[in-house]
């Protein structure tokens, strides 16, 4: 069956950089987008950006150049890498495959807490 | 960008109840498939966020049929009939129209 895990650092300090890698299985990411999503509490649910089964990537632009998405196809993992961290990059980081523009599966998150 | 609204924060509703979460965009989001690029999610805690509803109007596969998706245009709602404990949650809708794809602030269903 389709399932995706992320894992993460946890505790980030301002100014660093997160680093967050996606692990599935069931599905071949050749064969679908993957989108990555951040839940808040300062802006609720957000999307960030996705890579597409091809592997060319889009981002939001209110992450501006902070952001980047890769994939190993070979170990079915994703990965989301955002630079200078603030504290308002707390939040709750989420990847969820796209099936044809609706995330039809989605990670549990992973929690990541920016402070010093 | 587009902004989806979700005015209710919250509604309270008794088991057996229906009730219906609004969502409201600020254009169009028909595209000129003829499709609507509206989805729904629920959040409860300690599970996974759970697709129900694409399109606007299609089911997930295993979405009870007492989730129902409706609307066109700007205006959409997801029904819920006969709820269910475990339908208490957080609901969200998403558009994928446009980049950036851009998410309702969340309904919090919760028991009267």
């Known amino acids: 069956q389709v399932q995706l895990k992320e894992t993460g650092p946890g505790l980030v300090q301002p100014t660093q950089t997160l680093s967050i890698t996606c692990t599935v299985s069931?599905?071949?990411?050749?064969?679908?987008?993957m989108q990555w999503v951040r839940q808040t509490p300062g802006k609720g649910l957000e999307w960030m950006g996705f890579?597409?089964?091809?592997?060319?990537?889009e981002y939001n632009s209110e992450f501006k150049s902070r952001l980047s998405i890769s994939r190993d196809t070979s170990k079915n993992q994703v990965f989301l890498k955002m630079n200078s961290l603030k504290t308002e990059d707390t939040g709750v980081y989420y990847c969820?495959?796209?099936?044809?523009?609706?995330?039809?599966?989605w990670g549990p998150g992973t929690m990541v807490t920016v402070s010093s | 960008q587009i902004t989806l609204t979700q005015q209710a924060e919250s509604l309270w509703v008794s088991p057996g109840e229906k009730v219906s979460i609004t969502c409201r965009a600020s254009?169009?989001?028909?595209?000129?498939?003829?499709?609507?690029?509206l989805s729904w999610y629920q959040q409860r805690p300690g599970q996974t966020t759970k697709a129900l509803i694409y399109?606007?109007?299609i089911r997930t596969d295993g979405v009870p049929t007492r989730f129902i998706g409706s609307g066109s245009g700007t205006e959409f709602t997801l029904s819920i009939e006969d709820v269910q404990p475990e339908d208490i949650a957080l609901y969200y809708c998403?558009?994928?129209?446009?980049?950036?794809?851009?998410f309702g602030a969340g309904t919090k269903l919760e028991l009267k």
């Open positions: 969820a495959r796209d099936n044809n523009w609706y995330f039809d599966f």
């Open positions: 069931g599905f071949s990411l050749t064969s679908y987008y």
């Open positions: 890579i597409r089964s091809g592997g060319s990537t």
């Open positions: 254009q169009s989001l028909l595209y000129t498939d003829g499709k609507h690029y």
């Open positions: 399109h606007a109007s």
């Open positions: 998403l558009q994928t129209l446009k980049k950036p794809y851009t």
